[in-house]
C-alpha cells in the first residue's frame, strides 16, 4: 500500500530565509508525487507534481519540489519564504494505476516576520 | 473556472438529525472523491466515484453513511443519524482521468453535532 511521511509537525522560519518541507513515501510501483497547501477554512491547494523526467519540480508561488527516489524523497523548497506562505502543506502519493492519494498528515509552516 | 462547489460551508444540527452535504465538481472531471478532515484523524477518504459510479468505498465509517452520485454534475454525501463524532470538515475533490491528473478540493463543510 502506498503512504506518505512528512516527519516534522511544525516547521519555523524567518521570512525571507530558505523554507523546506521533508516528505518521505513509499510505493510498490512507479509514484506519483503532490503537494498541497492549505490556509485557514479553505480546501487543499494544488501546488505541483512530480510524474517523470527532471528531478526538480517547479509550481505554483515560487515552490520547487526534488524528486529523489534513492532516498524515496520528494520535499518542498521555496528560497524565500513569505508571511502568507504560513500555512498547513501536504503530501501525497500515487501508485501508478491508482487514483487512491495517500497523503500525509500535514506539516503546519509558520513564517515569522 | 469555477471550481468544486460544496454547500453548505457551515452546518450545526444536534444529534439524530439527518445532514445532506452537496458537491458540484468541477465539468468534465470523471471523478470524484469524499474526505473527512479531523485534528485526530487528518485528512481521511471516504468513498470516490468514477463516472457516477462509487469505485472504493471501504473509508465510510459505518451505514449510517452513505453517498450518491445521480449525474456527472452533482454529489451527496448523507449521515442519518448523526453523532456528534461525525464532527468534522468534509471535503470534496475532483480529478479528470488519468493517475497523474491532481484532484482539485472545495472549501468544505464544516459539520457541527451537538
Known amino acids: 500500500a502506498q503512504s506518505v511521511a512528512q516527519p516534522e509537525d511544525q516547521v519555523n522560519v524567518a521570512e525571507g530565509n530558505p523554507l523546506t518541507v521533508k516528505c518521505t513515501y513509499s510505493?510498490?510501483?512507479?509514484?506519483?508525487l503532490f503537494w498541497y497547501v492549505q490556509y485557514p477554512n479553505r480546501g487543499l491547494q494544488f501546488l505541483l507534481k512530480y510524474i517523470t523526467g527532471d528531478n526538480l519540480v517547479k509550481g505554483s508561488y515560487g515552490f520547487e519540489a526534488e524528486f529523489n527516489k534513492s532516498q524515496t524523497s520528494f520535499h518542498l523548497k521555496k528560497p524565500s519564504a513569505l508571511v502568507s506562505d504560513s500555512a498547513l502543506y501536504f503530501c501525497a502519493v500515487r501508485d501508478s494505476g491508482n487514483n487512491r492519494l495517500a497523503f500525509g498528515k500535514g506539516n503546519q509552516v509558520v513564517v515569522i516576520p | 473556472d469555477a471550481g468544486v462547489i460544496q454547500s453548505p460551508r457551515h452546518e450545526v444540527t444536534e444529534m439524530g438529525q439527518e445532514v445532506t452535504l452537496r458537491c458540484k465538481p468541477i465539468s468534465g472531471h470523471d471523478y470524484l472523491f469524499w474526505y473527512r478532515q479531523t485534528m485526530m484523524r487528518g485528512l481521511e477518504l471516504l468513498i470516490y466515484f468514477n463516472n457516477n459510479v462509487p469505485i472504493d468505498d471501504s473509508g465510510m465509517p459505518e451505514d449510517r453513511f452513505s453517498a450518491k452520485m445521480p449525474n456527472a454534475s452533482f454529489s451527496t454525501l448523507k449521515i442519518q443519524p448523526s453523532e456528534p463524532r461525525d464532527s468534522a470538515v468534509y471535503f470534496c475533490?475532483?480529478?479528470?482521468?488519468?493517475?497523474?491528473?491532481?484532484?482539485?478540493f472545495g472549501d468544505g463543510t464544516r459539520l457541527s453535532i451537538l
Open positions: 510505493v510498490s510501483g512507479n509514484p506519483y
Open positions: 475533490a475532483s480529478s479528470q482521468e488519468g493517475s497523474n491528473q491532481p484532484q482539485h
